[in-house]
């Protein structure tokens, strides 16, 4: 067995996380003290365990960190490494231009080129389209590409996909 792999934070569940590792395969992992935050997206160093699973033991230079001000503990590490930000919208629960703001002023500030995703747009009412629309015009306005998409139907998949 191997002394030590590195491998990407691919899912995050408090202290246990998932890691792929080179080849392409999910590993299990645990954090090695108290010390370490990964995010998704962390390149780490982990050590492989006897039962298959790992534990990791540092977390690799980030090239950048996307962050969640929270007035209890300051900043709150979201993910690592980002190139491209998806902001993943939908009608329900009900569609927020404020969350999308927010969303897109970190991705600014990071200098992340971002992507307005309006998904499952089957479930939109009639009367609620004009207004979302709208909305959404302006965000191209100034912009930002939008994807409206719908797995059901099979709307914007391709374009998504691109």
Excluded at 77 to 104: C, I, Q, S
Aim: proline share 6%; glycine share 8%.
């Amino acid at each position: 067995m191997q002394s030590t792999f590195d491998g990407r934070v691919i899912a995050n569940f408090g202290r246990h996380l998932i890691v792929e590792a080179a080849a392409g395969e999910p590993v299990e992992c645990r954090i090695k003290g108290r010390q370490l935050r990964p995010v998704c997206g962390d390149w780490v160093t982990v050590e492989p365990l006897a039962d298959g699973s790992g534990r990791i033991l540092a977390i690799r230079r980030r090239q950048s960190l996307l962050v969640r001000h929270d007035a209890r503990s300051g900043q709150q590490p979201l993910a690592a490494n980002v190139d491209r930000m998806l902001v993943v919208v939908a009608p329900k629960p009900a569609f927020d231009p404020y969350m999308v703001d927010r969303y897109l002023a970190a991705g600014a500030i990071l200098d992340i080129p971002a992507i307005i995703v309006f998904n499952k747009i089957d479930l939109l009412m009639p009367d609620a389209a004009d207004e979302l629309d709208e909305i959404l015009q302006n965000y191209a306005g100034i912009g930002y590409p939008v994807i409206k998409t719908s797995v059901l139907a099979g709307t914007g998949l391709t374009a998504l996909a691109d």
